[in-house]
């Protein structure tokens, strides 16, 4: 049986979709990437956003969500531990 996400997947699941679109992604697009319900997507963007992960932009009209330096390296630690913890079992 799979295991739920933690909230620290979640958050690395979202700011990784970000990044892999380039830095800035729509909100449709965010919410089929990290796979989570309109409300839950909406209760992360609010932890993103005050830890400054994320941040919202709108440009011709339409929102985005943009990745933050704050975010890049959120993810590139994340990386680092996830790599330590399988290289040990964990």
Known sequence: MKQKRSQLDIIHDMLASVQRKGGKIKPTQL???????????????????????????????????????????FLAEYRRLSAFTDAFGL
């Open 31 to 73: 919410l089929s990437k990290s796979n989570l319900s309109y409300k839950m997507m909406q209760e992360y963007l609010v932890v993103l956003y005050e830890r400054e992960l994320l941040r919202e932009e709108q440009m011709k009209g339409k929102k985005l969500y943009l990745i933050t330096d704050k975010g890049c390296a």
